[in-house]
């Protein structure tokens, strides 16, 4: 069960009001996967946001190789427990860019996206809050996985 006090807690909705963390909460729901589960397929149609309270899971993209036409899976990020994903087909309302599979036994928050933009709309602070946090943790995502990309390229 999702307790609001837990929620509070979390990157994404810091500086949410208590009302709007509770409203959130209502529409959301908690969802268990099992070790090398699959959450997200590429390509697949939006199902919300999802924010992990246990466990890590891997995102990966996939990639053809240009000389024999094989497909491969391109490791991009572990995302830890308090962390987001999904957060691109969430804003765009778009298929997801890329897979999503539980490294371990998780456990995530899916929140509805229609809920979360009727509230967004109807409560522009909270919106505004909750936006600013999502453009802070995808612009440390990015930060981070420039680093990535630049030891592995030495």
Same mark, same amino acid.
């Given at each position: 069960?999702?307790?609001? =006090?837990?929620?509070? &807690?979390? =990157?994404?909705?810091?500086?949410? !009001? ?16 099992? *070790? @090398?589960?699959?959450?997200?397929? =590429? !390509? !697949? ?17 996939? @990639?053809?190789? #240009? ?5 491969? &899976?391109? =490791? ?28 371990? &036994? ?10 979360? #933009?009727?509230?967004?709309? @109807?409560? *522009? ?20 996985? *420039? ?8």
């Amino acid at each position: 069960m999702l307790k609001t =006090e837990e929620i509070a &807690k979390l =990157e994404i909705f810091n500086g949410l !009001s208590p009302e709007a963390i509770e409203a959130i909460v209502s529409f959301s729901r908690e969802v268990f996967y099992n *070790n @090398k589960e699959i959450i997200v397929e =590429e !390509s !697949s149609p939006n199902v919300g946001l999802f924010v992990l309270l246990e466990g890590r899971v891997r995102v990966e993209i996939e @990639k053809t190789r #240009y000389h024999n036409d094989q497909k491969e &899976k391109v =490791e991009l990020v572990v995302i830890r427990s308090g962390d987001i994903f999904g957060e691109i087909a969430f804003l765009e309302d778009t298929r997801s860019s890329a897979y999503v599979t539980a490294i371990d &036994k998780i456990r995530v928050m899916q929140i509805d996206r229609k809920k979360l #933009y009727e509230l967004i709309n @109807k409560d *522009n602070h909270s919106g505004y809050v909750l936006m600013r946090n999502l453009a802070i943790i995808l612009s440390n995502r990015l930060v981070n996985l *420039n680093f990535k990309w630049r030891s592995e390229a030495a």
